[in-house]
């Protein structure tokens, strides 16, 4: 995996919502992705409404994204966020799975970007550096995507 994210985007002025949809499980973690994505946002599109949704657990992540990006007025991107730590079964391998199948098909069928940050890590210390650290923040990270894909669509108009 690599450690090099792109470059932040520029500042946006474009209008609308953005919709954060995260698990409240592994509640450390998952609260952290959604402080770092709603400061990066705020500092990249001040223009922008965030709305923060949050569901039981990873699994509980497509079904409200779906939901949302069928509302009248939809958001100019959804952000998916949660951690999912694998443990000995392959169950964890099996909820990640349908979850990118899921948040993939939302965005291709609703012409919505979906920035998925649903990660499986293997263990605590995984999830400590994607989430509370600064060098591979995943929040910060989800909500620059977000950004540079709002620019991205606008441009395709």
Same mark, same amino acid.
């Given at each position: 995996m690599s /450690?090099? $994210?792109p470059e932040s985007p520029a500042p946006t002025g474009q209008q609308g919502t953005v919709c954060i949809v995260a698990s /409240?499980?592994?509640a450390t973690y998952t609260d952290a992705l959604v402080a770092s994505a709603s400061? #990066? *946002?705020e500092k990249l599109a001040p223009a922008l409404e965030v709305r923060v949704i949050r569901v039981p657990g990873a699994f509980e992540i497509p079904i409200v994204v779906e939901a949302v990006a069928c509302a009248e007025v939809q958001? *100019? &991107?959804i952000? $998916? *966020?949660g951690v999912i730590i694998r443990?000995? #079964?392959a169950h964890a391998d099996l909820i990640a799975a349908s979850i990118t199948r899921s948040l993939a098909d939302t965005g291709v069928s609703h012409l919505?970007? =979906?920035i998925h940050e649903v990660l499986l890590v293997e263990n605590a210390g995984q999830a400590e550096a994607r989430t509370l650290g600064d060098e591979l923040n995943r929040g910060r990270e989800a909500a620059e995507a977000a =950004? &540079?894909?709002i620019e991205v669509m606008a441009s395709l108009d």
């Open positions: /450690k090099s $994210a /409240k499980y592994n400061e #990066t *946002l958001p *100019l &991107a952000i $998916a *966020l443990g000995s #079964t919505i970007p =979906v =950004v &540079a894909m």
